[in-house]
């Protein structure tokens, strides 16, 4: 069934099944791409195998020309794991400076909603896509993220610090995703038909300076381990029998590896139903999942425009040179270590050098 975002409020004894599907390729056809990905037309084959009396919400990530991204993870969590606040703060819904693409589809409220995620989409250069690896690098607030950004006033670093070493900080630091499930399905081609008989790209001039050896062709599901990983570090369940890949387009030119090619593949299409119908078994086999303290779901982001001046202002002291007393920014400075005084923030430093 569609999924009704109001049973969120229902304890689980009285609200159906719900899981969210993730296709999880960059590609969609109202890009320069021009095509619709495989994981999307997998995405859409899973939501109709899955039991129809749950609830079965799904998202595909794709790039669609003029939407907003994913905004890139500010790595606040290596300040002050206080400073990373659940769910992400750094940006926001309909954001006009930098729009983000996990607010604008309640991407936090909808993995919050669900029992079961499953994700599926390719591997990319032995990787995860780059919209797939974005989405997980911004779900690092999910382990442990701070769910009382008040006590930072929104985003100061030496607030943070100072509450990541206080006792509070014990009683605050939660799993706020715990006991969820996730699967993934990935796919890959091998190298497609850019090999030659060695096993090297045939295009390839210094052939020497790839070895096949190193191909990591055994091991393809490690492509998405480091995902895989996070959610466990997270305490989000991913079992062994859920976390799989298939081999598809081996050989074939890319141009003859569509999803419209994919569904004749009979052994690679057995795997992903089979694999579609563990997830069920197993989520239905496990039950539903008690929401955490701190929900995404229903969260109201609050105002903080005096405490966004008061940011902006030491943005401003930083720039001249003079960061707070007692900072870290202030003990770099002093070291030496980051140079990183100046005027001018948003160029880059090539472009500072030349002038």
Request: hydrophobic share 35%; glycine share 6%; aromatic share 10%.
């Amino acid at each position: 069934m569609k999924p009704n975002d109001d049973n969120g409020n229902l304890p689980p004894e009285k609200r159906p099944f719900r899981v969210l599907i993730i296709a999880g390729s960059d590609r969609r056809q109202y890009n320069c791409p021009g095509v619709d990905s495989k994981a999307r037309a997998l995405m859409l084959r899973a939501a109709e195998r899955l039991p129809q009396d749950w609830e079965i919400d799904y998202e595909d990530l794709g790039n669609v020309y003029g939407r907003a991204r994913i905004q890139s993870c500010n790595a606040c969590v290596s300040t002050s794991m206080a400073l990373c606040v659940w769910p992400c703060n750094c940006y926001g819904k309909n954001g006009r400076a930098e729009p983000d693409l996990m607010w604008d589809l309640d991407l936090y409220a909808r993995l919050d909603l669900a029992d079961a995620w499953a994700i599926i989409g390719p591997i990319n250069w032995y990787a995860p896509s780059t919209n797939l690896k974005a989405m997980f690098d911004r779900l690092v607030c999910m382990n442990g993220g701070n769910p009382r950004e008040e006590l930072i006033e929104h985003k100061n670093p030496e607030l943070a610090m100072k509450l990541e070493k206080s006792p509070q900080w014990h009683e605050l630091n939660l799993n706020h995703l715990e006991g969820r499930t996730a699967a993934f399905f990935c796919y890959g081609d091998q190298g497609a038909n850019e090999m030659d008989e060695s096993d090297r790209p045939r295009i390839l001039q210094h052939k020497s300076w790839f070895n096949p050896d190193d191909w990591p062709w055994e091991r393809d599901r490690d492509a998405y381990l480091p995902l895989v990983l996070q959610c466990r570090w997270s305490g989000v369940e991913v079992p062994d029998e859920l976390f799989t890949m298939a081999h598809s387009g081996v050989g074939v030119a890319y141009a003859d590896n569509q999803a419209e090619h994919m569904v004749r593949e009979t052994e690679v299409m057995n795997a992903f139903d089979a694999w579609v119908d563990r997830f069920a078994s197993y989520v239905a086999r496990k039950g539903k999942v008690q929401p955490g303290k701190y929900r995404a779901f229903g969260y109201k982001p609050p105002g903080h425009l005096w405490r966004s001046t008061k940011l902006f202002w030491r943005d401003l002291k930083m720039r001249a040179g003079h960061p707070p007393g007692d900072s870290s920014p202030a003990a770099q400075q002093e070291l030496r270590l980051n140079e990183d005084v100046t005027l001018r923030p948003k160029a880059g430093e090539g472009r500072k050098l030349r002038k």
